[in-house]
């Protein structure tokens, strides 16, 4: 071989060719095959939660309801509230040229449920303030009310409502109609409330029971006894179910035995039949059955033992 050859060999093959030994042929290099790239993993992101916003309750002001207008009220059933609230009550009589002041400004209230004696001497205001009470007569300045309603704003139709449905009567002269049965004259409001026959005539039954005169309802006013005709009173005044009792001298044309047998009669009614009553009387011995006595003297109270 040349040396101008020799001279363009590698030198492996140069060296070879001088040993005399054929060059080792050199294989072929592979083609590099590039290693895959791995994609790089793609981190979720956790999703990021809001804070949840922590609504503030709204402060809200107290709203006061405005006064109510004049006139009448609705009927509240709240058991706190009293049956009867008198406010600042008075009432006068024109007389000649003067004036008589009957009842001077009264306040009373009187809670459910209770047995109330007002007592006094005759003419001291006793039947002035339950006839305003009861609706029986209005008074020359100040209000009532009875059960929530506004009694001194009501017409005279309403008044009617009132005294059959919330009201209940008992007098000193017991107001039986002669002609009547005891039952007939039980009978009377429920008649006038148009209840039903069948439930009227069971109403009258228990209500005559209840006053101890169930074997007496056939019997008229003249066949019974005084005790026994205000007893017939008793249970007409309850028969339409009234949450006020207003009784005026019940006992004052009974003797002291029967007398006490009425109290004690509306002393229990007081308690089972969850009504309040309010009774005028001057009778001492009566007193001790109430749970509240309040006194009147001139038209003004003079002691409250509540």
């Known amino acids: 071989m040349s040396d101008d050859n020799e001279r363009w060999m590698p030198p492996e093959r140069r060296r070879g060719a001088e ?11 592979e083609p590099t095959v590039a290693a895959p790239v791995a994609e790089p993993a793609v981190t979720r992101a956790t999703p990021v939660t809001e804070p949840t916003a ?31 609230d008198v406010e600042g009550v008075s009432r006068d009589y024109p007389m000649g040229e003067g004036i ?35 609706g029986l007569d209005r008074p020359s300045t100040g209000r009532v009310w009875v059960d929530g309603i ?10 009617v409502e009132l005294r059959r449905h919330t009201v209940g009567f008992i007098f000193q002269t017991f107001g039986l109609i002669p002609i009547l049965t005891a039952a007939e004259n039980v009978e009377i409001p429920l008649r006038l409330s ?15 029971e209840l006053v101890g005169l169930g ?13 026994e005709q205000q007893r017939v009173a008793i249970a007409r005044a309850l028969a339409n179910t009234p949450k006020l009792l ?16 009425i109290m004690a009669l509306i002393r229990a009614l007081v ?19 109430a749970d509240r006595v309040v006194e009147l003297r001139d038209g003004e109270i003079i002691a409250d033992n509540w």
């Open 19 to 29: 040993r005399g030994t054929a060059p080792t042929p050199t294989p072929p290099a």
């Open 54 to 84: 922590t609504r503030a309750t709204p402060v809200v002001a107290p709203v006061f309801a405005p006064e109510p207008p004049p006139g009448p009220r609705p009927r509240e059933a709240m058991i706190i509230a009293p049956i009867v």
């Open 100 to 134: 008589v002041h009957a009842l001077k400004p009264v306040t009373l209230k009187v809670p459910r449920g209770q047995l109330v004696a007002v007592h006094g001497r005759s003419g001291s205001g006793k039947t002035t303030l339950l006839n305003l009470i009861g």
């Open 150 to 159: 506004d009694v001194t704003a009501l017409p005279e139709r309403d008044l």
């Open 194 to 208: 148009n209840v039903d026959v069948a439930e009227r005539e069971e109403r009258v039954r228990v209500l005559l």
């Open 215 to 227: 074997e007496r309802a056939r019997h008229r006013p003249f066949e019974l006894s005084g005790g």
């Open 246 to 261: 207003i009784a005026d001298e019940p006992t004052g044309q009974l003797d002291s035995g029967t007398a006490r047998s």
């Open 271 to 289: 308690k089972s039949e969850g009504v309040t009553a309010i009774v005028a009387t001057h009778d001492p011995v009566l007193i001790d059955l």
